[in-house]
Nanobody, 120 residues
Framework: QVQLVESGGGLVQPGGSLRLSCAAS????????MGWYRQAPGKERELAAV???????NYADSVKGRFTISRDNAKNTVYLQMNSLKSEDTAVYYC??????????????WGQGTQVTVSS
């Protein structure tokens, strides 16, 4: 099993910043992609940002220039620095991690979600 623990959500005013963290633990042989997805009320879950094991990064157009994804491989942790937050960024943010377990079987794990609310 691979477990993910997220932290860092909360309430912030428009224009403010938040930093999300997601730590992976368990039967991990390797980690490939680490990403953040978000789901706003009444909408489907969408990709916000993803970073590969080689450091290749993709962002949703809606967050480019405002969000920064990074990872600490020694800590099996991925971060999402969110700046210049807008009301439309309000959503539950989910961490997603993919890789191989110690058994060399693939895993595709999701965090429990953390609420980000942008409001004055």
């Amino acid at each position: 099993q691979v477990q993910l623990v997220e932290s860092g959500g909360g309430l912030v005013q428009p224009g403010g910043s938040l930093r999300l963290s997601c730590a992976a633990s368990g039967s991990i042989f390797s980690i490939n992609d680490m990403g953040w997805y978000r789901q706003a009320p009444g909408k489907e879950r969408e990709l916000a940002a993803v970073i590969s094991s080689s450091g290749s990064i993709n962002y949703a157009d809606s967050v480019k220039g405002r969000f920064t994804i990074s990872r600490d491989n020694a800590k099996n942790t991925v971060y999402l620095q969110m700046n210049s937050l807008k009301s439309e960024d309000t959503a539950v943010y989910y961490c997603n991690v993919r890789g191989l377990r110690n058994s060399l079987r693939k895993y595709d794990s999701w965090g429990q979600g953390t609420q980000v609310t942008v409001s004055s």
